[in-house]
C-alpha cells in the first residue's frame, strides 16, 4: 500500500517538475496581465506541492500489519454504464443544452459510484449547475449551449 502512495506522488512529483521548468520558457507575465507561461507554472508549481504534502505523508504512513487478503475487482457494469452516460452526454449536448446535460450528469455519476445518496445527488446537481449558471451566464456573461430549452 505505501509502495503505491509513493510511486503515485514521486510520478505527480516529475510531472510537476517538468511543467514547471518548461513554463519557464515561455513570459509569464504577471497576475493583472498574464503570459502564454503563467497558467502552466501555476499547475506545475500546485503539483509540486501537492505531490510534496504527498509523498511525505506516504512516509509517515505505517505498513499494515497482516496482508490484505480480498482483492477487490472492479465492477466492470458501473464502468460500462459510466461509459454509455458520457458517450450519451456527448452525442445529446447540443440537443438539450449543456445546463439540462450537466444536471443529468451530476445527478446520476454520483450515484453510479455509490457513495451518495438520492436527495444528496439531486442537491449535488442543482447546486453546480446554479453555481455555473452564476459563474459563467451572470458574471462572465458567457453563453452556454441552451439546446431545445432556448428555442
Do not use: C, D, N
Not at 505527480?12 to 507554472?41: D, K, N, Q, R
Amino acid at each position: 500500500m505505501k509502495r503505491r502512495e509513493v510511486t503515485s506522488s514521486l510520478f505527480w512529483l516529475i510531472i510537476g517538475l517538468v511543467l514547471t521548468i518548461w513554463s519557464a520558457t515561455y513570459p509569464v507575465g504577471h497576475p493583472a496581465e498574464p503570459g502564454t507561461g503563467f497558467l502552466p507554472l501555476g499547475l506545475g508549481i500546485l503539483l509540486l506541492v501537492f505531490s510534496t504534502i504527498l509523498l511525505v505523508r506516504a512516509f509517515r504512513m505505517r505498513e499494515p500489519k497482516t496482508e490484505q487478503t480480498s482483492v477487490r475487482f472492479p465492477r466492470w457494469t458501473t464502468i460500462v454504464l459510466t461509459v454509455a452516460i458520457l458517450f450519451a452526454a456527448t452525442l445529446l449536448f447540443e440537443r438539450i443544452g449543456y445546463l439540462l446535460t450537466f444536471f443529468l450528469l451530476a445527478l446520476i455519476l454520483p450515484l453510479l459510484a455509490g457513495q451518495i445518496t438520492w436527495k444528496g445527488s439531486l442537491l449535488f446537481a442543482v447546486l453546480s449547475v446554479l453555481g455555473i449558471y452564476v459563474i459563467f451566464v451572470w458574471l462572465l456573461k458567457q453563453p452556454l449551449p441552451t439546446g431545445f430549452l432556448g428555442r
